[in-house]
Each structure stands twice: as structure tokens, then as C-alpha cells.
């Protein structure tokens, strides 16, 4: 056989160095490209790609060679060897294959070069996948494969395997053909050597024979040994056979020819066979076609046996799905019995709550998309959700009428029981810690009932506001009224600023701090109370608000008293709960329940404001104070209603103490009644000593409070001033700068302090200068009117003429100057005594009498200064007394 580029001998012993086994011997090894088969569809181009490998035929045996020298008791394997190409380029063992597992050979028609085919073997693990397609370099390379493949098959294995795509008979004759003969002596028995041809295959591994029965081989050999030729006459040898051939045919063909008779019978004998195979041909094709009928009745069963097998499985795994429905639709006994009938005693809340938690689920259960759609439409699934849904409102209903009656019966205990509350001579302290706590272990029921049907929470929320209502307003007031009986405080005089009243009136207020002080404990008892109890109200009753204030949390700096009772010890069913964040139609229902639950309860907060502001008006300053920094404390939205009543507590004081600042101010306008007023107004001192106690009563933001007090206390005290000297413009100033000299004298420590008050001092300042500017000028103009005169004529007409011509005008000559300075000025000590005591005359407060006359004194030298300045510009020459003269003369005086 013609030896291959692809077979050689260094690629062999590449081949035996990668397999490393020294029992094994390589007897043919061949370059092919592997490629992935193809089942019924392409694949993906990156697995067709070729890859080059190495086949390799290797024999494993205790006597490795020719088949003819192993005996009977020797064993034989025989393997194909798949080798690859490491990174390196070195060969190392990639598959094996045993050869005995060899069923079937196919040369893939598809390839027009013939070199491709393919190997199966029964033993794979998965015959869906498609073997390996292994291609050839050449036709011969192919052929010298898969003859060595036979053969060995036959030799070693004694069967060849199934053939498809290639002619067995013209693989041999291709054998024959490219099989280079050897010439080889042996021996025989008479001692002579006989040639004989033998391949040069045989030479090395005697498995290459022909694919010929063990008879023909024997009749071939003896054919061959009737012949005694060289090894060069091969032609010879071809032609001897040759010609005896043709000699045989001529022979068969004359001898046919002279037999007549025998050719009739042997044509009868033909046509005989014809019409035997033409019945055969009948009945073929007749069988043909009820095998046609068998097969399609095959496939036809086949197909049922799949519908069936698959029929099968589907049934299985609906009844599978049917076991878990029924499963999901089965209510458990223990829990349909504690849904409809059983009991809600404390010892059985567990069974109810769990009870709960599965009927949810279960109403969950059969909604999407926890069901499949197409289960929703089933009957069992309607009915048994119509029974779950008549379960739910049973349940519901029952649950809400216990709740009910059960927070009517735990207040009624509470209120029958007169110790809970306050008594004569002792404060009790509402404690609702037993209470909440009763009502705790309800809480998971109530939130169960709210992820049930939300709209059953509303009568309970009204029942327990309607309950608890009762109990706080009856606290409240066993606690005012306590509160009341055991303050002792003398009651302030009301009428601050009556100017009727006599000056010896008693304007120190005795001590009234208990009265603030227990309206402060009113708060500080009650309003952290009402936050707590909003606060476990909006958790109890499943609100979806923030927390109002964190769990032993202090209020507005003073410790609630109260542990974290708001803090159910639960946690929240709906996973949205704890993430809804504000919800503003949930807050407005919990503002309309706080309002039911707390409303009544400001009654008694107004009475103990009403009852502070008859025993001390003022006290109101310290109470908006206390109020307004507990309002401020009150941030969180649950505790609504608690700012509201705060708000309105501030409403309430400021009403009152605007009421008490509105008949102050009636007690100032009275004095207008008066038909004559001199010196100062009795309520100019007393609204100092009034203004001094609101100081000491501001607390936090009342400071907006008193200030507004102020400004109308002295905005009504000015306009009452104002209209009083009216009535006597004769001494209007007088009386004026007496009294604003009193106000700014009785304010002064307190305006430094007040903002307010120093506005209102610097405006009574204001009014005191001008008061007083108006006196003096009026009493100077009255001891020196020639004077003065005289100047304000010249200054009126140096408007119009020019100064040296003034001298020239009537009335204003130096004659008329001489004169007037002799009838003012004469006496001039006399006139200046007689002003000093028109100052005096009708002045009531004496201390005012040195700072008058000193203002006077300034006033009047500035005065006859301007007068001087005049006479040296019009008169340069006439001599009048000099201002130097004239301020040692008042300053004598």
C-alpha cells in the first residue's frame, strides 16, 4: 500500500512518546482535521471550525504482532487514539477509543472530496449529540485509514463494523492496487526457497488482509504455489493469466454455443425465472406497501405512546398543582374554630392572633399574582374564597363587639373606683399604666383586624375615644378642682390705676406665685398625659403617623412620668407601614379622633385660668409664658389636639388679660371727669409700680404679651394728658411738663432695661422740652415784651429794607430805640426777680424749679444776645448793655 505524507515514522514515534505506555504500539498514526457534527440543524460557526488532530492506531496485546503468530490463549486490544496540539506544538492525548465499541463507519455524502466520514460507537454516553467529522487530506489517506481500521476490526475483534457511504469492494480493489509487493524467501519443507509476494504491511503487523472468505484464500494460494516465478516476472505472471482466461471463455462460449437443447432449457429456464421474479417483484411490491402500512401504523403508535407518556407526565404534575391547591384551599380546624366561635380571653389571644396571621395569608393566597390567573376562575377557588370572605366578616364582627364592650367595661372600673382620682387633701396623679396595659395585649388583634377590612377600625376608634373620653375629663376635673381647694393666695387689688382711689392705697401686691405655680402643675401633670395618651392611640388604633415622642423621651424639659407605654411590643404586619411616611387624610382621621377622645377636657384648664386671673390679673403675664413653652415643645403631628388646647389656653389668657388691660385703661380715661387737674396724675407712679410687677412675671415669649399692655397703658395715659390740659390752657404746660417729668422720673431704671418703655420715655421727653420751651417763652415775652418786640420788627423788615435804612423807619428811629431800652431795661434786676417768681408761682413740683430757672436764664440770654447782634449791625453806634453784663447779672440772681 502506497505510503502517505501523513503516515510517517516521525510522526508515529511523536505519537508513542505523547501516549507514554510501552505496551502499547502505534501501527499507523495520520494528520485529519476535526470539525463538530451536525444534527438536524447548523451550529454555531465557532463549533464547525476545524481543528488539526492526530489519529493514531495503536494494539496493546501480550505478543504484538502479525495475527498469524498469536496463538488462541493471547489477548489483543486494539485502540484509536485522538491526539492534539498543545500550545507548544507538542502532541498529548486528547480521547480514546476502544475499537471493539466500533459500530459504524459513514463517509459524509454531503463533502463532493469523499475525505470526510465519521466514527459511532455504541458506548457514548449521549447519542443525541452528533459525533466528530474527521477529514482527510486525500482519497488515499482516507482509504489506508479506514482499510487498517477493518482489518484490525476483523483480525482482533473477528466482525468489521456497519459501512455507509463507500463500496467495500472498491476499497479492496484500491488495496490491491496501491499495495507495492516484497519479495520475502521461506523455507520449505524439501529445503528449497520459494518466493512469495507479501506487502510490505504485512511485514510490519500482519491485519491488512483482503476482504476475502477463508476458502477463496485457500484456492488463491494454491493457485499461487502451482507457479514457480521470479520476483521480476510480475508481467509475465499477469499475461500466463491473461491468456489462460480468454482461453477458459472462449472454451465456455463454443461450448455453449454447440449445446443448443441446453440453451432452450436454459432459456426456458430463464423465462421460467423471469416470471418467478415478476411474482416475486408482485410480492415485494405488496409487501412493500403493507410495510409501508407497518411503519406509518408504527410511527402512529409511537406518536400515541408519546401523547400518552406525555399525557402521563402532565397528569402527574396536575395532580401535583392540585395537591398544593387543595392544600392552600383546606382551612385547618383549630383555626375556622377560633375564627367563628372561639373565645377572646386573654389566654387565648395567641390561638387568635395565629388564626389571623393564616386567614391573611390565605385571602393573599388566592389574589394575584400570589394565584395563577388561570386558577381564579375555578369553582372550588371562588367558593372556598366566598368561605374565607364569610369567615373574615365573622370574625371581624365578633372581635369588634368584644373590643367594644371590653374598653366600656375596663373604664367603668376605673371611674367606679374613687381612688384613681384626686380627693380633699391629696393630688392623685392619673395612672393609665394598667390600663395600657390591658389594652396592649389586644394590639396585634387590632392590627390584624386593620390588614382584614380598615373600615371596622372606625367604630372601635370611636368606642374607645368615647370611653377613655369620659375617664380623662373626670381626672381632669377631680384634679382642678383639688388643685383650687389646696392653692392659698391672697387676692391683688384689681384697680391698679383708678384716680379716684386715695394716695394711700395699697399698690403692694402680696405674693400670688402658688397661683401660677399650680397652673403649671396642671400642665406639667396633664399635658405630657394627653401626648402619651395620643401617642399610644395613634399605635394602638394603627395609625400610620410618626412617633410622637420617643420612648422615655422628656417633654419640654420636664420628665413625662410616664415609661414607653406607647411602644406596643409589636412589630408592623403591612411592610409599607414603617415607609408611608406622612399621610394627610390618615392625620386628618387621627385629629378627628384625638378630638374625640380629649374634647371637654380644656373646661377645666379655662377654669383654673379664670380662677388664677380673679386672684391675681398680672399672673396671666407667667401663665402665657408657661403656655407658650409647652406649645412650642408640641412638634409632632399626633399631638394636634394638644396644640390646639394650648392655643386656645393662650387665647383664653390673653382674653383675660386684655380684659384686665381694658379696665386700666377705663380707670386712666376717668380721670378726664375731673373739672380741674394740678400737679401730677395718681396714675402716673402707678402704672411704674404696675409695669415693675409685669416685669418680674415675664416668662419665654410673654414679652410680646406685656408689651402690647404697655403701649396701650401709655398711649391712653399721653391722649388722657393731652385732654386734660385742654380743659386749662391757662396752665396747660405747667401741668404737661410736670407730668412728663414724673413719667420719665418714676420709668428711668426700667426703660434702660425695656425697649418698649425707653420708646415710650424718650417720647415723654420730647413732650417735656417743648412743654417747658412753650412756659419759659411765654414768661419771658411777658417781663420783656417792648424789648423783643422791637427786635422781631426789625427782623421782619430786613427782609425787605436794607439795614442802614431801618433807622429811618417809623417807629424803629434811634429816639424810639433809646426809649424802649429805658422802659425794658431799667430795673432790669427787678424784671428778671419778677420772672423767677411767675416761674415759681404756679409750680407744684419743686424739684422741677432749678432746671426751669435755668432753662429759663439760657433761653433768655440767647435771646437778648440776638437782640445785641441786631442794634450793632442797624444802630453801630448807640450803646446798650453788654450780654457779659447780662449773664453776671442772672448769674448773681
Not at 369588634?400 to 373606683?417: G, K, N, P, T
Request: glycine content about 4%; hydrophobic content about 40%.
Amino acid at each position: 500500500m502506497a505510503k502517505s505524507s501523513a503516515d510517517d515514522g516521525e510522526l508515529r514515534r511523536a505519537c508513542d512518546a505523547a501516549i507514554e505506555d510501552p505496551k502499547q504500539k502505534v501501527v499507523m498514526a495520520l494528520r485529519v482535521a476535526k470539525s463538530q457534527g451536525i444534527l438536524g440543524k447548523s451550529s454555531k460557526l465557532g463549533r464547525q471550525m476545524a481543528k488539526p488532530r492526530v489519529l493514531a492506531l495503536s494494539i496493546v496485546g501480550d505478543d504484538v504482532g502479525f495475527p498469524a503468530a498469536k496463538s488462541k490463549g493471547q489477548r489483543t486490544t486494539a485502540f484509536l487514539r485522538v491526539l492534539k496540539y498543545s500550545t507548544g506544538g507538542v502532541l498529548e492525548p486528547a480521547k480514546l477509543y476502544k475499537l471493539k465499541h466500533l459500530s459504524k463507519v459513514e463517509v459524509i455524502t454531503n463533502d463532493p472530496s469523499g475525505c470526510t466520514f465519521t466514527l459511532g460507537f455504541d458506548n457514548l454516553r449521549s447519542q443525541s449529540v452528533a459525533p466528530p467529522q474527521w477529514t482527510m487530506r486525500n482519497i488515499d489517506d482516507r482509504n489506508r485509514l479506514l482499510l487498517s481500521i477493518l482489518n484490525i476490526c476483523k483480525d482482533v475483534l473477528g466482525r468489521i463494523p456497519k459501512v455507509v457511504g463507500v463500496d467495500v469492494v472498491e476499497m479492496a480493489l484500491w488495496a490491491k492496487e496501491n499495495t507495492p509487493p516484497v519479495s520475502v524467501q521461506h523455507k520449505v519443507r524439501d529445503g528449497g526457497p520459494v518466493a512469495s509476494a507479501v506487502t510490505e504491511t504485512e511485514l510490519k503487523v500482519n491485519v491488512e488482509k483482503e476482504l476475502v472468505s477463508q476458502a477463496e484464500e485457500e484456492d488463491m494460494e494454491a493457485l499461487l504455489g502451482t507457479y514457480v516465478m521470479g520476483i521480476g516476472e510480475a508481467e509475465e505472471f499477469s499475461e500466463r493469466l491473461k491468456r489462460e482466461l480468454q482461453a477458459l471463455e472462449a472454451a465456455n462460449v463454443h461450448s455453449i454455443l454447440e449445446s443448443e437443447p441446453l440453451m432452450e432449457e436454459v432459456m426456458q429456464g430463464l423465462v421460467a425465472a423471469t416470471s418467478c421474479v415478476e411474482d416475486m417483484d408482485e410480492w415485494l411490491n405488496t409487501f412493500n406497501v403493507k410495510l409501508r402500512h407497518m411503519r406509518e401504523d408504527i410511527a402512529s403508535i409511537e406518536t400515541r405512546n408519546n401523547n400518552l407518556e406525555m399525557q402521563s407526565v402532565n397528569n402527574k404534575s396536575l395532580i401535583e398543582e392540585l395537591d398544593k391547591l387543595l392544600e392552600r384551599l383546606r382551612v385547618p380546624s383549630e383555626y375556622a374554630a377560633s375564627l367563628t366561635g372561639g373565645s377572646f380571653d386573654e389566654a387565648r389571644m395567641l390561638q387568635n392572633v395565629e388564626a389571623c396571621e393564616w386567614l391573611t395569608s390565605a385571602l393573599r393566597g388566592l389574589d394575584a399574582p400570589n394565584l395563577d390567573p388561570s386558577y381564579a376562575n375555578m369553582r372550588a377557588v371562588k367558593e372556598k374564597r366566598a368561605e374565607l370572605e364569610k369567615m373574615k366578616t365573622t370574625f371581624v364582627r365578633r372581635a369588634s363587639e368584644f373590643l367594644r364592650s371590653y374598653f366600656a367595661s375596663l373604664v367603668d372600673f376605673m371611674i367606679s373606683d374613687k381612688s384613681y382620682f384626686s380627693q380633699r387633701g391629696q393630688l392623685k396623679r392619673p395612672d393609665h399604666a394598667d390600663l395600657r396595659y390591658k389594652c396592649r395585649t389586644y394590639a396585634r388583634l387590632l392590627q390584624h383586624l386593620k390588614s382584614l377590612d380598615k373600615n371596622c377600625l372606625g367604630p372601635l376608634r370611636k368606642a374607645y375615644c368615647s370611653s377613655l373620653n369620659l375617664l380623662l375629663r373626670r381626672e381632669a376635673r377631680e384634679f382642678a378642682n383639688e388643685l383650687r381647694a389646696s392653692t392659698k393666695a391672697s387676692r391683688n387689688p384689681t384697680v391698679w390705676l383708678e384716680g379716684s382711689t386715695g394716695s394711700g392705697q395699697n399698690v403692694n401686691a402680696t405674693d400670688t406665685s402658688t397661683v401660677s405655680d399650680a397652673y403649671a402643675k396642671m400642665l406639667t401633670i396633664f399635658i405630657p398625659l394627653l401626648v402619651d395618651e395620643s401617642s399610644f392611640f395613634a399605635h394602638f388604633m394603627c395609625f400610620e403617623v410618626p412617633t410622637l415622642v420617643p420612648p422615655g423621651g422628656v417633654v419640654n424639659g420636664n420628665k413625662t412620668g410616664y415609661d414607653d407605654d406607647d411602644d406596643l411590643g409589636i412589630m408592623d404586619i403591612d411592610e409599607n407601614d414603617s415607609n408611608s411616611g406622612k399621610n394627610s387624610a390618615e392625620l386628618a382621621a387621627l385629629n378627628k379622633s384625638l378630638k374625640d377622645l380629649l374634647d371637654g377636657i380644656q373646661e377645666d384648664f379655662y377654669a383654673v385660668v379664670d380662677w388664677a386671673y380673679k386672684i391675681d390679673p398680672l399672673r396671666c403675664i407667667s401663665m402665657h409664658g408657661i403656655t407658650e413653652r409647652y406649645l412650642s415643645g408640641q412638634k409632632a403631628d399626633a399631638a394636634g389636639f394638644v396644640r390646639d388646647l394650648l392655643r386656645d389656653l393662650e387665647s383664653r389668657i390673653s382674653m383675660q388679660f386684655n380684659r384686665f388691660v381694658d379696665e386700666a385703661c377705663h380707670q386712666i380715661e376717668r380721670n378726664e371727669r375731673n373739672v380741674r387737674q394740678m400737679g401730677v396724675l395718681s396714675y402716673i407712679p402707678r402704672f411704674a409700680t404696675l409695669a415693675t410687677r409685669m416685669e418680674q412675671y415675664i416668662q419665654g415669649q410673654s414679652r410680646d404679651l406685656v408689651d402690647q399692655a404697655y403701649t396701650k397703658f401709655v398711649s391712653i395715659m399721653f391722649a388722657t394728658l393731652e385732654k386734660i390740659a385742654q380743659t386749662d390752657p391757662k396752665y396747660a404746660d405747667i401741668f404737661l411738663f410736670e407730668n412728663y417729668a414724673a413719667f420719665q422720673n418714676s420709668l428711668y431704671d426700667l426703660a434702660n432695661i425695656v425697649p418698649t418703655l425707653a420708646k415710650f420715655y424718650h417720647q415723654a421727653s420730647e413732650a417735656y422740652e417743648q412743654a417747658c420751651t412753650r412756659h419759659i417763652s411765654m414768661i419771658i415775652y411777658f417781663q420783656f415784651e417792648r424789648l423783643f418786640q422791637f427786635a422781631r420788627r426789625i427782623e421782619d423788615l430786613m427782609f425787605t429794607v436794607a439795614p442802614e435804612e431801618i433807622p429811618f423807619q417809623l417807629g424803629l428811629s434811634k429816639m424810639d430805640l433809646r426809649k424802649m431800652l429805658k422802659s425794658s431795661l431799667s430795673g432790669v434786676d427787678k424784671s428778671i426777680a419778677a420772672m423767677y417768681k411767675k416761674l415759681q408761682k404756679n409750680l407744684t413740683s419743686e424739684e422741677l424749679l432749678p432746671s426751669l430757672w435755668d432753662k429759663c436764664k439760657k433761653e433768655f440770654l440767647d435771646k437778648y444776645e440776638s437782640f445785641a447782634q441786631l442794634v450793632a449791625k442797624i444802630y453801630p453806634t448807640e450803646t446798650i448793655p453788654s450780654v457779659a453784663e447780662m449773664r453776671d447779672l442772672l448769674a448773681s440772681m
